[in-house]
């Protein structure tokens, strides 16, 4: 079956105005519906120039609302299935054969391995799903100090895991957010650029900027949430801004493991982890810890280079049609 092709199927202007079709197919399907989109009432302003959460109202919409998240999840669970057949039409409309294209879609949204490991898992498939907790060793010490990891006494069922991640806010930050999301940001576009020939390092670092830019829809919640005043709007920019920092920078990572591995479940767990893990507080764990500064920092400081150790070394994966080696290269030339 002939999964690759001699020449690019898009141009590069082609690939930057799809990707931004992806990524609008993704958001947009969070406003089409009356269920899925958020309201505020209009009396709910007033900038009071304090930067403190107002209280939600009765005839309110918000993002954590049961039946709003309820409809979301539904809406971008729709929206991913549309950008998969997007992946899926341009190939077809190469290929011309509806099995040709079938398949060739599979492997490049890395729902499949290459067809010669495909039944014969190795423990090297397990590595590339331990390299983002290694760069975690920090913020899992600081939770072990606070007997907060599991088994531990500060452990509870029903805060820590129940609450956490059997609610409709878990369901959706820990399973469909992040499997939906590097589906739609991680596969499908980068599967797009990679029909247009693009490099691998302008997949890494230009690729997530899209994941990035579809987080910015997140200000209007914050700048209502917080009063429509001059302060609300100074609020919604620096979260936003941070946000489109922290995500792209997550995006290269994620990128990164995709490409190196030709699967998107690296890139999934990656997500669900960081997700659970949050934004790393070392300086608050210093404050709470102050007997164990050496240790927390130099722990930090291990997780960092373990990171930067292991990344190329445990996501090499043959046969990869993203990144093949000389090996690969050689044996796919011949061929094809």
Known sequence: MQLLFSQPLLSTSSAHSLSLCLGGIYVGSLYLSKHARLSFSSSGGGGTGIAVPREKQKDERWRDDPDVIRARLVAVSIATVVCCMVVFAVILDHTGSLGIAFGATLLRLGFLTSPSTLFQPRFADILPHLVTPILFLGPLFGAYLGKQLLGQRNWVWQ?????????????????????????????????????????????????????????AHHAWETYNRYGRGLSALKIALMTTLFQLGYTTLFG??????????????????????????????????????????????????????GFVYTLPRWTRMDDNLYWPSERDVTYNSARY
Do not use: D, W
Request: hydrophobic letters at 50%; aromatic letters at 14%.
């Open 159 to 215: 805060s820590h895991f129940q609450a956490r991640f059997m609610s409709l806010q878990g369901i959706r930050n820990y399973l469909i957010g992040p499997i939906t999301e590097e589906i739609v940001f991680r596969a499908c576009v980068l599967a797009i650029y990679h029909l247009s020939g693009a490099s691998a390092m302008r997949m890494i670092f230009f690729a997530p900027l899209t994941f990035g830019l579809a987080h």
């Open 252 to 305: 290269f990572h994620a990128s990164y493991l995709f490409l190196r591995t030709g699967s998107i479940l690296p890139p999934i767990t990656a997500h669900i982890f960081c997700n659970i893990m949050g934004i790393p507080e070392i300086a608050y764990e210093l404050k709470r810890f102050p007997r164990h500064k050496t240790a927390i920092i130099s722990i930090y400081l291990i997780g960092i280079i």
